[in-house]
């Protein structure tokens, strides 16, 4: 079935810096989807992707959907620490079907 | 507030108990999910249910019972869990018809003792 590998696992950064992180799957989607999980809550949604190439920011956060159609990547830009949580990449090959969802990357920020 | 509301949002059950977990969504969605969340685990889809008919049930034990009434409610029944069914539980809504992702409620976080 189609599996979406998340990289990196987790990442431990120092408040201000730059993160970046990525999905690649080997088939391709239509839409990719970026979430934010924070501690005990649900996955929210920070930004969606419907066309190859497009790159949309949304405050600090930029995401980019591959020319491709099999990866993503989403840049948090100058780091705090309400950033911290657990994003996930998901991605969606048509509206019918069901969303594949990425494995997490699991942020932490020093202040 | 994210338009899907889970309750409750703790819950502490022993393993002969029977209790329910319930979603409900006003956001005119026609398409409903269990996710299981374990921890360092996936999420993990347990159940679909698109226009109020199941459509997926990805081999989920029988001790753990879905039903969605209408469009709006969805409820996960539990009975007999073993200790390794502690996890959150989160509900989702799509409208199955265009590509905007799921709204996720804030789950149930059940224990099992």
């Known amino acids: 079935g189609q599996q979406l590998n998340q990289s990196p696992q987790s990442m431990f950064i120092q408040e201000g810096e730059d993160v970046s992180m990525n999905c690649t799957s080997s088939?391709?989607?239509?839409?990719w989807l970026w979430y934010k999980q924070d501690p005990g809550e649900g996955p929210v949604l920070l930004i969606a992707?419907?066309?190859?190439?497009e790159l949309t920011s949304n405050g600090r956060l930029t995401a980019q959907f591959g020319i491709t159609r099999k990866d993503s990547f989403l840049n948090i830009s100058a780091s705090i620490p309400s950033d911290v949580g657990i994003y996930f990449c998901?991605?969606?090959?048509?509206?019918?079907?069901?969303?594949?969802f990425g494995k997490g990357t699991k942020l932490s920020v020093k202040p | 507030e994210t338009g899907v509301t889970q309750t409750p949002r703790h819950l502490v059950m022993g393993m002969t108990n029977k209790k329910s977990l319930k979603c409900e969504q006003h956001l005119g969605h026609n398409a409903m999910y269990w996710y299981k969340q374990s921890a360092k685990k996936p999420l993990e889809l347990m159940f679909v249910y698109s226009l109020e008919e199941r459509v997926e049930n990805n081999s989920v034990p029988s001790r753990f019972s879905p039903e969605c009434p209408n469009s709006s409610h969805l409820f996960l029944h539990l009975h007999t869990l073993q200790p390794e069914d502690s996890a959150l539980y989160l509900c989702?809504?799509?409208?199955?018809?265009?590509?905007?992702?799921?709204?996720f409620g804030s789950g149930t976080r059940l224990t099992v003792v």
């Open positions: 989702a809504s799509s409208q199955k018809t265009v590509n905007y992702g799921y709204t």
């Open positions: 998901a991605g969606l090959w048509e509206s019918q079907g069901n969303l594949i």
């Open positions: 992707l419907y066309k190859a190439g």
């Open positions: 088939s391709i989607f239509n839409t």
